[in-house]
């Protein structure tokens, strides 16, 4: 009598997903092979969509499915359709159920082959036939993947020349890119209706930057429109800003920053001096050092400036973080005053601009692409590399890696390549680009790179209204409960994270094409410990998803007021006081074509992506297992707690005495995408 399995097939929901060509199946069990089956219930069977039940027969049991193979046969060669199959599910008669994840496109006619779902680490596999499948896949992913220099001394890359060159599984799904290619396109036309984008002159009143993007508003972008002259509020983007990781305590004034109390003693308080406040630790620095010898490029066939800024800043007795005085280069002197609050209103927004522009330059290269983009994609290939689908490390971060390698690949594009944004529209040009991603590579640091040590590295970590501190510590949390628990499931020891070769070959490229090989960075080629393995995995995940968040979402918030944020100056930095009026600052502020493009592209890269899939949400199921979905929805719930925690703190910030009366969202776990696909 023959033996019946029960075999399920769903087909998955995007768009195109669909297929009309025949496919067929084969099981694999330890104890043999099923004939090929057509899976055909008559009619159309595997639309967008679809869960589909078949009938697979053989002359004996075939014992543990262990692999199965999808075979797809073009009806007409013509007019062959793609299909994306999500999850197959596979049931014995005697009613054991055998489980494989998918979610792969099949192209024309093609034979694919999976292994079911439960996660091992290569010690777990004992079956000849196993390992030798983890074995074909790597190979495969690493002939499909390739690494590639886009510019000595900054991370590696994916070795492709175009979106074009992209492996299905990875490019945007049709709705993202629909989305994205129809808002690049609004805004290109939008503008040059309006005829910013063709103009190369100053503007003529600064109130008419507000018309560029008249209708996307929000609370934070009105507030800064009409509060961005405010020391208030310059010292609050420090802490909750787009860059909030340059500010740290500072114990004793730099010598090539001679600020003295007799500069500085009129705003800290009559009972007081500078000297007792570097000893109470209510005093700090923003120092930009890493722009120094940055070459500026042109714009508009003009040259550009970069100042490279000391800023001084003051807790006070009211706890709003205040700035007492800005140098604007490393090198003190005649020619480089130091601006206070006291200087002539112009002399002293002109030095803060300054500052918020060389702000611009270190969060675009070093804070938002090195540090989250160019980092994400190196986990990422290494991912897809090094670790089989079946591999716990796998599952576990490849959600974390969505889209990634498109948005990546647009950037190298049109943002980072020559002629490209940053090359035409900010004062660093493409030269200037490459050498501070250099610089920020150089001094990468594995501590630097995890929240906690950070902040006690910079010593700010009891700062008050420091919202970004205070939500990222919440996530670190709970991202290392989560993975802390992941781990423990499949390494009992130290021994167990040393022995697995995948694993250790992931590492490896890390190290290599992430951290170019520095000892100095603290991270090593290889994991000796569980600890070790954990604090990494849960710094690669925060970094892809909730960082990546805190430095990208509130681009357009604070950059849509382009003074509050500029990408370029057109006039050296000032060698002396009380020369600064308005139309000078016009004149050394972006143009107006110069600023509609980066607007533009502002709105783009943090406007709400589309088809996204928030932080600690797994629609695709990788763990097929009981344990670590039972994890997943345990992570889950502490993210709600979090986020209602978040939402109630945001109500009252109006009521809190801080110094903005919006709250900080850019931690909120509804509002952070799992992975850096924007």
């Known amino acids: 009598m023959d033996v019946k399995y029960k075999v399920r097939v769903t087909t998955g929901n995007l768009v195109h997903s669909g297929t009309f060509d025949s496919i067929s199946i084969t099981l694999v069990g330890t104890e043999g092979e099923s004939p090929k089956t057509a899976l055909d219930n008559w009619g159309v069977d595997f639309y967008t969509g679809a869960v589909s039940d078949y009938e697979v027969s053989c002359k004996h049991d075939l014992g543990d499915i262990v692999l199965l193979r999808l075979h797809k046969e073009c009806m007409l060669k013509l007019f062959a359709t793609n299909w994306y199959c999500t999850f197959i599910t596979v049931t014995s008669p005697k009613g054991a159920e055998y489980r494989f994840p998918c979610y792969q496109w099949m192209e024309g006619c093609q034979t694919l082959e999976l292994r079911e779902g439960t996660a091992k680490t290569p010690a777990m596999d004992t079956l000849p036939l196993l390992k030798d499948f983890r074995i074909k896949e790597l190979q495969k992913?690493?002939?499909?993947?390739?690494?590639?220099?886009?510019?000595?001394?900054?991370?590696?890359?994916?070795?492709?020349?175009?979106?074009?060159?992209?492996?299905?599984?990875?490019?945007?799904?049709?709705?993202?890119?629909?989305?994205?290619?129809?808002?690049?396109?609004?805004?290109?036309?939008?503008?040059?209706?309006?005829?910013?984008?063709?103009?190369?002159?100053?503007?003529?009143?600064?109130?008419?930057?507000?018309?560029?993007?008249?209708?996307?508003?929000?609370?934070?972008?009105?507030?800064?429109?009409?509060?961005?002259?405010?020391?208030?509020?310059?010292?609050?983007?420090?802490?909750?800003?787009?860059?909030?990781?340059m500010i740290q305590r500072c114990t004793k004034i730099p010598p090539n920053f001679p600020v003295t109390n007799e500069m500085v003693t009129k705003f800290l308080g009559d009972d007081t001096t500078l000297e007792k406040e570097?000893?109470?630790?209510?005093?700090?620095?923003?120092?930009?050092?890493?722009?120094?010898?940055?070459?500026?490029?042109?714009?508009?066939?003009?040259?550009?400036y970069i100042a490279v800024p000391l800023c001084l800043l003051h807790l006070t007795k009211e706890k709003h973080l205040m700035p007492l005085a800005i140098q604007l280069s490393q090198t003190s002197g005649p020619e480089s005053p130091i601006f206070l609050p006291s200087d002539p209103e112009w002399d002293w927004i002109?030095?803060?601009?300054?500052?918020?522009?060389?702000?611009?330059?270190?969060?675009?290269?070093?804070?938002?692409?090195?540090?989250?983009?160019?980092?994400?994609?190196?986990?990422?290939?290494?991912?897809?590399?090094?670790l089989p689908t079946c591999h716990p490390l796998y599952k576990l971060l490849i959600p974390h890696?969505?889209?990634?390698?498109?948005?990546?690949?647009?950037?190298?594009?049109?943002?980072?390549?020559k002629g490209g944004i940053f090359?035409?529209?900010?004062?660093?040009?493409?030269?200037?680009?490459?050498?501070?991603?250099?610089?920020?590579?150089?001094?990468?640091?594995?501590?630097?790179?995890?929240?906690?040590?950070?902040?006690?590295?910079?010593?700010?970590?009891?700062?008050?209204?420091?919202?970004y501190k205070e939500d990222g510590l919440k996530l670190w949390a709970a991202v290392e409960r989560f993975v802390s628990d992941i781990v423990n499931l499949y390494y009992p020891n130290d021994h167990s994270v040393k022995e697995?070769?995948?694993?250790?070959?992931?590492?490896?490229?890390?190290?290599?094409?992430?951290?170019?090989?520095?000892?100095?960075?603290?991270?090593?080629?290889?994991?000796?410990?569980?600890?070790?393995?954990?604090?990494?995995?849960?710094?690669?995940?925060?970094t892809c998803s909730a960082q990546h968040s805190a430095v990208n979402s509130g681009q357009f918030d604070f950059g849509s007021w382009m003074p509050n944020f500029p990408s370029s100056m057109r006039k050296p930095p000032p060698s002396t006081k009380g020369t600064a009026n308005l139309e000078d600052y016009k004149d050394t502020i972006p143009e107006i074509n110069i600023t509609s493009t980066i607007l533009s592209t502002l709105w783009l890269l943090s406007a709400p992506p589309g088809d996204m899939i928030p932080l600690g949400n797994y629609p695709e199921e990788h763990f097929t297992e009981e344990s670590p979905r039972r994890l997943i929805a345990a992570f889950q719930e502490e993210l709600k707690k979090i986020s209602n925690e978040i939402e109630e703190r945001n109500k009252s910030m109006a009521k809190m005495g801080g110094p903005v009366p919006f709250g900080y969202t850019y931690l909120y776990p509804p509002e952070i995408e799992n992975s850096v696909s924007i």
Not at 154 to 172: A, N, R
Not at 278 to 297: Q, R, S, W
């Open 141 to 245: 992913r690493q002939s499909d993947y390739g690494w590639k220099v886009f510019a000595e001394g900054i991370p590696h890359c994916l070795d492709v020349s175009s979106m074009t060159e992209l492996e299905s599984e990875v490019k945007f799904s049709f709705t993202k890119g629909a989305l994205f290619a129809e808002r690049g396109a609004s805004k290109t036309i939008e503008l040059k209706l309006r005829g910013y984008s063709d103009s190369q002159e100053s503007w003529e009143k600064l109130e008419d930057i507000k018309d560029v993007f008249w209708f996307n508003k929000s609370d934070i972008s009105e507030y800064i429109t009409e509060h961005w002259k405010e020391d208030a509020f310059f010292g609050y983007q420090f802490l909750n800003g787009l860059n909030p990781r």
């Open 278 to 304: 570097l000893e109470k630790g209510n005093v700090f620095i923003a120092d930009y050092k890493i722009l120094e010898d940055v070459p500026a490029g042109l714009n508009n066939e003009r040259q550009r």
């Open 350 to 386: 002109l030095a803060k601009t300054w500052v918020r522009n060389a702000d611009f330059h270190v969060h675009q290269s070093v804070s938002h692409l090195l540090r989250t983009h160019l980092l994400a994609e190196v986990f990422a290939l290494a991912t897809i590399r090094q």
């Open 401 to 417: 890696t969505r889209y990634t390698f498109h948005i990546n690949t647009v950037g190298r594009e049109t943002l980072m390549s």
């Open 423 to 467: 090359d035409q529209q900010t004062a660093l040009g493409f030269e200037g680009l490459v050498k501070l991603l250099q610089k920020g590579t150089k001094a990468l640091t594995l501590t630097s790179l995890c929240l906690p040590e950070d902040l006690e590295a910079r010593g700010v970590s009891s700062l008050p209204h420091y919202y």
């Open 500 to 542: 697995d070769c995948e694993l250790q070959k992931w590492m490896e490229e890390v190290f290599e094409k992430g951290f170019m090989d520095q000892e100095t960075s603290g991270v090593s080629s290889s994991f000796s410990s569980v600890q070790e393995l954990k604090k990494f995995l849960t710094m690669v995940i925060y």
